[in-house]
């Protein structure tokens, strides 16, 4: 828990994160820690109730939330959350790319769809807020060149061990080998990619991994690096 008690010393009031499948018990808690630590939180997920009642509970909790609900395997809809974020708070800080879906189908029956909406969901979508936020934040860098910085968390999970998982290990594969590009590419603009791994057994304790990167560089820009968790 110790992931906890930085971020409850930390200040970052004035931030502005976007948190994709906030929905689920990954993407709820990391806006949690994040709402904590004095961000503005935009929570998004395909199902609007789950965001609704997320977004409640934060601002009950005496933070600032936003519920957006999208489909971020449209480029369309990624634009409308980025830009729904930035008309409520006019910037985006922290991108947390956490949604997924997990298909279940032998590759001898697996149907066109569910592979294309596996990869549509958890690396297509990626792909797309990577690039739509990280345009944003060189925007954002470049008319305040003294307070460079940005953050892009990208959420992985591990390989199954079980059959019937062959879109979703690919993809999260994907998800990987995307970041570390992403990292090479936004480094010299002052924006930090990282790639965490999520436990299938307590989705939650992913909060950690995220708090700590926001807790210990305060989304500056002043060490630039990529983390490939297949490797830590």
């Not at 307070?147 to 290990?169: K, T």
């Not at 970041?179 to 307590?202: M, S, Y």
């Given at each position: 828990?110790?992931?906890?008690?930085?971020?409850?010393?930390?200040?970052?009031?004035?931030?502005?994160?976007?948190?994709?499948?906030?929905?689920?018990?990954?993407?709820?808690?990391?806006?949690?820690?994040?709402?904590?630590?004095?961000?503005?939180?935009?929570?998004?997920?395909?199902?609007?109730?789950?965001?609704?009642?997320?977004?409640?509970?934060?601002?009950?909790?005496?933070?600032?939330?936003?519920?957006?609900?999208?489909?971020?395997?449209?480029?369309?809809?990624?634009?409308?959350?980025?830009?729904?974020?930035?008309?409520?708070?006019?910037?985006?800080?922290?991108?947390i790319n956490a949604a997924i879906v997990r298909p279940a189908a032998p590759v001898l029956k697996?149907?066109?769809?569910?592979?294309?909406?596996?990869?549509?969901?958890?690396?297509?979508?990626?792909?797309?807020?990577?690039?739509?936020?990280?345009?944003?934040?060189?925007?954002?860098?470049?008319?305040?060149?003294?307070?460079?910085?940005?953050?892009?968390?990208?959420?992985?999970?591990?390989?199954?061990?079980?059959?019937?998982?062959?879109?979703?290990?690919?993809?999260?594969?994907?998800?990987v080998a995307f970041g570390r590009a992403c990292a090479r590419e936004f480094a010299p603009l002052?924006?930090?990619?990282?790639?965490?791994?999520?436990?299938?057994?307590?989705?939650?304790?992913?909060?950690?991994?995220?708090?700590?990167?926001?807790?210990?560089?305060?989304?500056?820009?002043?060490?630039?690096?990529?983390?490939?968790?297949?490797?830590?």
């Amino acid at each position: 828990m110790g992931y906890h008690r930085s971020m409850s010393t930390l200040d970052l009031s004035g931030k502005v994160a976007i948190v994709t499948g906030a929905g689920q018990p990954a993407g709820a808690a990391v806006a949690r820690v994040l709402a904590a630590a004095g961000v503005r939180v935009a929570v998004n997920d395909l199902n609007p109730d789950r965001i609704a009642r997320l977004a409640a509970e934060l601002r009950a909790a005496g933070g600032q939330a936003l519920d957006i609900a999208a489909d971020t395997a449209s480029k369309f809809q990624c634009v409308t959350l980025i830009e729904t974020t930035r008309a409520e708070w006019e910037r985006v800080d922290i991108l947390i790319n956490a949604a997924i879906v997990r298909p279940a189908a032998p590759v001898l029956k697996m149907d066109e769809w569910e592979w294309a909406r596996c990869h549509d969901v958890n690396l297509k979508s990626v792909f797309f807020m990577c690039q739509l936020a990280g345009r944003v934040m060189d925007d954002q860098n470049r008319a305040t060149p003294s307070e460079r910085g940005g953050l892009i968390v990208n959420v992985a999970w591990p390989e199954p061990d079980e059959d019937g998982r062959a879109a979703f290990a690919a993809g999260q594969a994907g998800v990987v080998a995307f970041g570390r590009a992403c990292a090479r590419e936004f480094a010299p603009l002052g924006i930090r990619v990282h790639t965490v791994l999520a436990d299938p057994a307590a989705p939650e304790a992913v909060a950690g991994e995220v708090g700590q990167w926001v807790s210990t560089q305060q989304v500056s820009a002043s060490v630039l690096r990529q983390t490939d968790p297949l490797t830590h």
